[in-house]
């Protein structure tokens, strides 16, 4: 499959104008044979530094591409962060092109040096168990912080299927997580266009929903046959961080399920032996997102007036070392932007997206057949936070989400 990304930049219904940085996406078998030819059509012909570590070095060897420069990085103790990368930038050997060759920690030693000279960034994922590729975030470490960072975006993509389906279980199943986690980023969105009329693209949220059908089929044929269908798998991550690229942000990509992935990483208190991969803790959060809309569209509530995060709920929450920067992200909290009577006015639209959401049953009977994470215990979370988790975790980002409009809503 080869992605024309040209189709999706320009003027758009929605008034406003799309760019991409990247031009072309290739998902195939035998692709690094054509490597070089991509590299000419897109005039990537200058000098060419290609980054590995040294088990992408292994995993390719016999197909590394042409490098004026190589560099192959110790894998021990290797971090996406930018003391690391600077190191590594000190023995660049004048590129015009840096070549990143694994999954997502080398991408980001390709994608920050080539955003810091300003020269493009080619990727070559050996895995694709995430949206991150396509996208123009970096999720390197910077001045000590672990938080996405707009950054380049590769200007071409090569995903060479006989290296990619090499992936160990674990990680097709997260990868599958991490794009069902679109049937809620998309309901957030579409209800928060509809209740605060939130800046929303059909034509971007159509591509979220493709990426979506072309992970789900590919599940439903996993789960049947324990056969995954690389190549639509690959492809829906390549489209979901597109999405990112197309709107400058991950609102299309990432809703209330994904911030489960944030609570994770920040270890508040009760959720210190909170640990899983990307994917995982998006499935935990996606999964208890499914079952909390389906109970919250069985109800009809009552709007309640905007009242703010107070600094003791956060503290409780947060402990002492998180809470400041989670008071500082809600100082201008969406939900003090509309009226809460929107969200009961067009309850019965919310609803109708509501109950379109898959089953708890049939969403839990997939997870099982696909082999993802999907509970709270999965990725060490005590199950009696289930009912709590999303409400605190809602807190980290202030985006509106379902999650968060419970805040302005009178269920009793
Ligand atoms: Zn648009
Ligand atoms: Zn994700």
């Known amino acids: 499959m080869i992605m024309d990304c040209e189709k999706y930049t ?19 078998e035998k692709e690094l044979e054509n490597f070089e030819a991509y590299m000419e059509e897109l005039g990537l012909t200058g000098r060419r530094t290609v980054v590995y570590d040294q088990i992408t070095w292994k995993l390719t060897e016999g197909q590394h591409v042409k ?12 971090r996406a962060e930018d003391v690391q990368i600077e190191k590594m930038m000190e023995e660049l050997d004048h590129p015009e092109v840096i070549v990143a060759v ?8 390709g994608r920050y040096p080539a955003y810091k000279l300003g020269i493009p960034f080619v990727a070559i994922p050996t895995l694709a168990s995430s949206d991150g590729f396509t996208a123009n975030i970096c999720s390197a470490i910077i001045n000590g912080q672990k938080k996405s960072t707009p950054m380049c975006a590769p200007v071409l993509v090569v995903a060479d299927l006989d290296i ?6 674990r990680l097709v199943s997260s990868g599958i997580n991490d794009i069902l986690a679109k049937y809620i980023s998309l309901t957030d969105w579409r209800i928060s266009k509809l209740v605060a009329d939130e800046y929303y693209c059909d034509m971007v949220a159509n591509l979220a929903e493709h990426a979506l059908k072309l992970m789900r089929d590919a599940a439903d044929k996993y789960a049947d046959t324990g056969v995954a269908d690389h190549e639509a798998m690959t492809m829906a991550q390549m489209e979901s961080g597109l999405t990112m690229q197309l709107l400058d942000h991950s609102r299309a990509a990432s809703g209330a399920e994904h911030l489960m992935a944030h ?16 994917g995982e803790c998006v499935g935990v959060g996606t999964f208890q997102c499914i079952r909390e809309y389906h109970k919250l569209a069985a109800r009809k509530p009552k709007a309640k007036p905007f009242t703010p995060l107070t600094e ?18 809600n100082e201008k909290d969406v939900l003090g932007t509309f009226d809460s009577q929107n969200i009961v006015d067009h309850w019965d639209e919310i609803k109708a997206m509501l109950d379109a959401l898959p089953s708890v049953e049939e969403m839990e009977d997939l997870y099982k057949r696909c082999g993802c994470k999907y509970l709270p215990e999965h990725i060490g979370i005590d199950p009696a936070l289930a009912d709590e988790m999303l409400d605190i975790s809602a807190a980290i980002r202030n985006r509106n989400t379902l999650v968060r409009m419970k805040r302005v809503l009178d269920f009793t």
């Open 312 to 329: 003791e709920w956060v503290l409780e929450k947060f402990g002492e070392r998180l809470a400041p920067g989670v008071m500082k992200e």
């Open 67 to 78: 490098a004026d420069q190589n560099i192959i990085l110790d894998p021990n103790g290797l």
């Open 102 to 109: 694994g999954a997502g920690t080398i991408m980001d030693f």
């Open 263 to 278: 609570l994770v990483e920040m270890h508040p208190p009760r959720f210190e032996k909170a640990e899983g991969i990307h």
């Open 10 to 28: 320009g003027q758009c219904a929605c008034g406003r104008v799309h760019t991409l940085e990247t031009r072309k996406v290739v998902v195939a």
């Open 164 to 169: 990619i389906k090499g992936a160990p279980q």
